[in-house]
Nanobody, 125 residues
Framework: EVQLVESGGGLVQPGGFLRLSCVGS????????IGWFRQVPGKEREAVSC????????YFADSVKGRFTISADGAKNTLYLQMHDLEPEDTAVYYC??????????????????WGKGTVVTVSS
């Protein structure tokens, strides 16, 4: 059974930094692309950043390019999202999930219940 547990969210001021973590079980990070998505109330969930650890392909939403970095530790089956220079528009619930399709310009989640419970990021002064 695939399980994903996110952590690291919190309240931070604009311009601040947070690092999110996602620990996975039931699969290997070296066999699957995985990514971060976020959602705010009333809006669709959107892809933030995704990575394929086996070939190094990554995706970043235009809104986070240059501010966020993604990495995956295959030995620990842990995914990270380093978020620098946070903006109020980054406020959302952040989820990690398995990725069905990933290239340099797009990232699509896998169908099915492969979502964690999420971690809340609030950027506010």
């Amino acid at each position: 059974e695939v399980q994903l547990v996110e952590s690291g969210g919190g309240l931070v001021q604009p311009g601040g930094f947070l690092r999110l973590s996602c620990v996975g079980s039931g699969f290997s990070f070296n066999d699957h692309a995985i990514g971060w998505f976020r959602q705010v109330p009333g809006k669709e969930r959107e892809a933030v950043s995704c990575i394929n650890n086996s070939n190094g392909v990554t995706y970043f939403a235009d809104s986070v390019k240059g501010r966020f970095t993604i990495s995956a530790d295959g030995a620990k089956n842990t995914l990270y999202l380093q978020m620098h220079d946070l903006e109020p528009e980054d406020t959302a619930v952040y989820y990690c999930t398995l990725v069905w399709r990933l290239d340099w310009s797009s990232c699509y989640p896998m169908d099915g219940d492969y979502w964690g419970k999420g971690t809340v990021v609030t950027v506010s002064s």
